[in-house]
């Protein structure tokens, strides 16, 4: 197995091409439609994925945001490239040791999916011949891009998606490994390493969804598999694996299509709506009862080939119904999984009679309502299935909650380029990199050694700041007073806790803020333990942090409170006590949390607990 990464990561320097915010908003002004069709690219030819995208048909309709001006709209020009952006992309190339191109040249990358008002990405090559350092192995960088982010899906119905602007045109970087890397674990450390990397400019942008990974997997004998927008670093050797697995049930497939000489899939659909006519229940009853129609494609030598082998999860007949999901039929049924659905085994025999099928034959059901639509998909179900003589074909794939991908469209390429005619070219000089290289950020791994050193916090906490992005406000809140690893706890912890409407980035709350709630925390206006509550409570609007403690119902508590519900509690449990002694604590602190938590310090607390359950135990003897 090879595997290569391409991480995507936003920057925190306004838009790429205008003087909008790159903030994320639920507030529309308005909404515009669009068609989109694909046009040649340089070298005159089609990209494929672009001609899949355009065949389905689809109308964009597109939510104009506060954060998005004519230039998203694709009604006025792009403005000159953001500068602070492209500083940050050739500090990383530095960073990476790879070679700046002499001349940036801004390109426009067929994309008619949606996700661009235009039907094009604006892309542009940085560097190239980089590498990366990591736990004693050398990884390739084939390119460092700078690249706008396409809009923001908020919907879909049918035939038409909807995108909100917002996210158009923010700043991403794009550094794409070679494919060096030989496991899933391994995939995942090199994308945090390179994570870590832009964060140290300190301009990338946090939260869910700025940044993105996508892997490039392929398999001795198989081909180049693209795992496309995989947003948590902790999945990605689940992707890895599972993908693996994929090609090695498919690969296994192939040989035994190949030893029985499976023929190319024949075009000829049968229309079986009356043999079905009569089934009462399962996907195909509703046409069975319309008169369908209900199609049949004969697979000759792929019988047992479409259901997963012993111990996977993974089948040829998965791939089949994802083709056909991708023209808008929503699955298929294949006699590898039959009888089931509300076929007999008396109606599999028929049908198989009727396709004239011998012992190592299969066969594939679609229907839809829209006879077109079904041929369509059959269509697709026999390319695919004729691709399975070969192998694996290369095509990039969503990935899925559980760790599995599903069938996007073709794999793009070079077809879809050409230059972006409204930007002019922008010569990299010598002694603009001279001047980025004289106040290159430390590195990742010097990093981390610094902040260990200095402020005493657990090196496995330091990673999880440097990951996280964490270390410029930490090292600001440590030069103030703040012990370490309460600032640490606030930052890995507290910060991401925080609720926020799904969809939109983290609460930003201001520098002063958070030393004004560590300060509360440190000088007991609040336990530590209250700093999420907090946290909660100025984000949904409160004022101050002493009003968000108030309305936390955490201030005013004093200590005789406390102790007052100590004793009550374990009063309550006198049984507990008398039976556990001192190992009463354990579960009697647990209730005693969950009245004070936030309210008084934990070790206060506990001491709190321990003095009452020995003054019972005192007067029990007694």
Do not use: W
């Amino acid at each position: 197995m090879k595997a290569g990464l391409e991480v995507h990561q936003q920057l925190a320097t306004g838009k790429l091409f205008c003087d909008c915010p790159s903030d994320l908003t639920e507030v529309t002004q308005g909404t515009f439609v669009r068609y989109l069709r694909p046009a040649s690219g340089e070298n005159r030819a089609v990209d494929a994925a672009a001609s899949f995208q355009a065949s389905r048909g689809l109308r964009y309709r597109y939510e104009i945001s506060p954060s998005s001006c004519l230039v998203e709209m694709d009604e006025e020009p792009p403005h000159p490239l953001n500068a602070t952006a492209l500083d940050v992309a050739l500090t990383l190339a530095l960073l990476l040791d790879a070679r700046p191109v002499d001349e940036i040249v801004v390109m426009r990358k067929i994309v008619v999916d949606g996700s661009n008002t235009a039907g094009f990405q604006r892309t542009a090559l940085i560097a190239t011949d980089g590498h990366l350092e990591l736990g004693g192995k050398r990884y390739s960088i084939l390119s460092i891009c700078l690249e706008e982010d396409a809009a923001r899906k908020v919907g879909e119905s049918d035939g038409e998606v909807g995108y909100r602007l917002d996210r158009l045109g923010i700043p991403l970087v794009e550094i794409a490994t070679g494919p060096d890397i030989a496991s899933g674990p391994e995939a995942r450390a090199v994308a945090e390493e390179i994570g870590a990397l832009v964060r140290a400019t300190r301009r990338a942008r946090r939260g869910i969804g700025t940044v993105r990974e996508d892997l490039n997997v392929s398999t001795e004998g198989g081909r180049r598999i693209e795992i496309k927008g995989v947003q948590e670093l902790r999945r990605i050797p689940d992707y890895v694996d599972r993908e693996v697995d994929r090609q090695t049930v498919l690969l296994a497939a192939r040989e035994t299509l190949r030893s029985r000489t499976a023929p190319s899939p024949e075009l000829d659909f049968v229309d079986v709506t009356s043999t079905l006519a009569h089934i009462p229940k399962g996907p195909l009853a509703p046409s069975a009862r319309t008169g369908g129609p209900i199609l049949a494609l004969r697979l000759r030598g792929f019988g047992g080939q479409l259901k997963s082998p012993p111990k996977s999860d993974e089948r040829l007949g998965r791939e089949l119904a994802d083709q056909a999901r991708a023209v808008g039929v929503q699955g298929l049924l294949h006699s590898d999984e039959l009888p089931a659905y509300g076929l007999e085994a008396a109606d599999v025999e028929k049908l198989r009679s009727e396709l004239r099928l011998g012992p190592d034959d299969a066969f594939v059901l679609v229907t839809d309502p829209d006879r077109k639509r079904a041929e369509s998909a059959l269509h697709r179900v026999a390319v695919r299935a004729e691709d399975a003589l070969e192998g694996i074909p290369a095509e990039t794939r969503d990935p899925l909650p559980d760790g599995r991908s599903r069938y996007s469209r073709p794999l793009p390429g070079r077809e879809r380029m050409y230059p972006e005619t409204d930007i002019a070219p922008i010569p990299v000089r010598a002694d603009h990199l001279a001047r980025l290289r004289a106040h290159l950020p430390e590195r990742p791994a010097e990093l981390r050694e610094r902040l260990a050193r200095e402020t005493g916090v657990p090196a496995e906490i330091v990673v999880q700041l440097v990951a996280g992005g964490f270390v410029e406000e930490f090292e600001q809140l440590f030069a103030r007073g703040h012990a370490a690893p309460l600032v640490a706890r606030l930052l890995i912890q507290d910060l991401p806790a925080v609720p926020h409407p799904e969809g939109t980035p983290p609460v930003d709350f201001a520098l002063a803020t958070l030393d004004e709630v560590l300060r509360g925390a440190e000088t007991g206006a609040f336990a530590k333990e209250g700093i999420p509550n907090v946290l909660t409570e100025l984000a949904n609007g409160a004022p101050t942090v002493t009003s968000a403690a108030a309305r936390a119902g955490l201030s005013g508590f004093s200590s005789d409170e406390l102790n007052a519900i100590v004793d009550r509690i374990v009063s309550a449990n006198e049984a507990l006590v008398q039976e556990r002694g001192e190992a009463a604590f354990q579960p009697l602190m647990g209730d005693v949390m969950r009245e004070v938590r936030g309210r008084r310090d934990g070790q206060e607390v506990a001491a709190s607990l321990r003095k009452a359950i020995a003054r019972r135990r005192t007067d029990a003897i007694s």
